[in-house]
């Protein structure tokens, strides 16, 4: 329990780190934003920038500032910086994960990772593989992006490290013949979570998604009391870009959860908040750097208080109670 808690706090130790350009940024323009005396039309137009300019998306800024509105005329404040706290919690309120998220990982279960080449999707199986064996759990590999060489050569190079057993065949083999045998594998040996690499092709949606049509069949047909779940890669640094390859993705096949990678290199840590927002799909785990332990489950008060951490964050209760003793 102890050993729990010791990586908690040092994993949110490494989030602060990792989103330091992101709460930087922010930070200058909430300073600024802040030194108005009323909340104002230039006082939205300017909040309304900064929220953008950390990549949290038109749609999930307009949503923002739609409910701080509702709360300054409720709370009757007039004053800007009274309603610092207010933004900072409406935004930790567009993020949300289920309490069975991550029910998968105690189920028998085959986990359909997808995502446009050089997103760090091979590193993140590598990273999970290793965490679930850390745990106790049967784990196996399957390397089904049998397009690029290199991928299957990663993904050889990742089950070494993490001790893990690897399905592969050769480079330009049938997929879906990867996936068979992968699946017939799990069973045979009892495999807790069977971790499957896809090919990240979005260029031609018909082919992509008919072959994540035809895996899923399979999995169906030969390991139906096997829980199915998709997982889609993002690459934080690219902002609106990852936005988009989500909604791209979605379109064709369904996910359960997303994880955002390389986010220790972005100065639009927003995204985060602006994917999960805007597809109503919960952002799952986060990636703040190389080592296995720095892809973490994500935690969206952990994930705000890291990106606001120069801010001592009152509570809307703290604050209605402020605005009732100013009246």
């Not at 330091?20 to 137009?45: G, H, P, V």
């Not at 992006?145 to 049938?174: C, H, M, P």
């Not at 208080?305 to 402020?322: G, Q, R, V």
Request: with cysteine; net charge negative.
């Amino acid at each position: 329990m102890q050993e729990e808690v010791k990586e908690k706090k040092g994993f949110f130790k490494r989030l602060k780190e990792g989103l330091s350009k992101t709460r930087n940024s922010i930070a200058d323009s909430f300073a600024n934003l802040f030194k108005a005396t009323e909340i104002d039309d230039d006082f939205y137009d300017e909040l309304e920038e900064t929220l953008i300019m950390s990549d949290m998306g038109y749609e999930t800024t307009e949503r923002i500032i739609d409910d701080l509105k509702d709360k300054v005329k409720e709370m009757k404040l007039k004053e800007a910086d009274a309603c610092r706290d207010l933004i900072i919690n409406i935004i930790r309120d567009q993020m949300s994960v289920d309490e069975n998220a991550y029910d998968f990982e105690n189920k028998k279960t085959v986990v359909l990772v997808i995502g446009v080449n050089g997103v760090g999707k091979t590193t993140s199986i590598g990273k999970l593989a290793a965490q679930y064996k850390s745990q106790g759990k049967k784990v196996l590999m399957a390397a089904a992006d049998t397009f690029r060489a290199a991928a299957i050569d990663q993904l050889k190079t990742w089950s070494n490290r993490a001790g893990v057993d690897i399905i592969a065949q050769n480079e330009g083999a049938d997929p879906s013949a990867v996936v068979y045998d992968a699946v017939a594998a799990a069973k045979a040996r009892n495999t807790d979570i069977l971790l499957i690499d896809t090919a990240g092709r979005l260029h031609n949606k018909k082919n992509l998604m008919d072959e994540l049509a035809k895996m899923r069949r399979i999995i169906s047909k030969e390991y139906p009391e096997a829980n199915v779940e998709s997982l889609i890669v993002l690459d934080g640094t690219t902002g609106q870009n990852a936005l988009e390859q989500a909604r791209q993705f979605s379109s064709v096949t369904e996910i359960n959860g997303i994880i955002i990678t390389k986010l220790d290199g972005t100065a639009k840590g927003g995204i985060a908040i602006a994917i999960q927002a805007e597809l109503n799909v919960p952002v799952k785990y986060i990636g703040i750097g190389e080592k296995i332990e720095d892809l973490q489950k994500f935690d969206p008060n952990n994930y705000v208080n890291a990106l606001f951490a120069d801010f001592d964050i009152k509570s809307d209760i703290e604050m209605i109670i402020e605005s009732q003793g100013d009246k």
